[in-house]
């Protein structure tokens, strides 16, 4: 079941597009770098500003929420060039440990989001524009930090197992 | 170029760098990938506050207090890491007029970040103007086709 869908997205007429044009790849690869790049680059900024590292006189909550929507822009532009890449050879990739690797962490880095939203972030109020900041707080920072640095190894790494075309 | 590629590519550090490719490639690549969030991250950042589009908690002399010194972190890493890869393999890089490209803007985008920075820690002292804004797209503009010149390099 599972493996017919792979096999037919590869087939269909946005795969073999994507797996047999010169140029499409790397502009969609372009556009999956710049994606990861405003993902990354938004989000390290609130994790160390979870970690107290620095900002620390931006109200938290202010600060995630004008930098976190270009987080989330940035993540459709990698999500939909992702699968457009993916579309290129389904079954290869799935087949591809890396691939699974990312997947894994990508879901990971969102639960570890769902986890702050809901338990971490309650009272955020009270430390806001403190420069105490609570453990759950500061452990969410970090390991939302690690799992991003992971997301990009491994993506780095399919590259490296996986022949474009 | 070609006898610089030519050295380089008779160095001990090619020699290790190509020893070692099964991670040291790859691993280059995530840590310069890492830097170009950093550096385009924040270069978004300025951007959006100096259309006033975001970060209004903050002037744009605080964001410039708060981000010029990562981004110059980042800069270093990108050049070091970059150095790594073009040891690893002298000839995809050197001789390679998409690599020529990119290196001719980046030197002007050091520059012109350079030139943002100074600006924006006026910024308390005197009004924006819309030269400060143009500079500050300008060099997102910038980054933006770096990153599709490097990601190039690779296919050309």
Redesign the interface.
Known sequence: MFANLLISLGESRIGTAVAESPTLFPWIEVVHVIGIATVVGTIMLVDLRLLGVAALDYPFTRFSRTLLPLTWIGFLFALVSGLLLFSSQPVLYWENWYFRAKMLLLLLAGLNMLLFHFMAARGVTRWERTVTIPAAARIAGAVSLVLWVLVVAAGRWIGFTMTPF | MERLSAWLGSTSLHEAALNQSGWL???A??VH??A???????G??IA?RMAGA?????TPARWNR?LSGWITGGLIVLLLSGLLLIAAEPERALLNGIFQLKMVLVVLAVFLSRVLARRMSRLERRPMLGIDRILAVLLLALW?AI??A???I??S
């Open positions: 490639v790859p691993g690549q995530t990938l890492l170009i969030a950093v550096v385009f991250g924040s978004l950042v959006l975001a970060g209004m908690e903050w708060r933006l990153i599709a490097g990601r190039w690779g296919y």
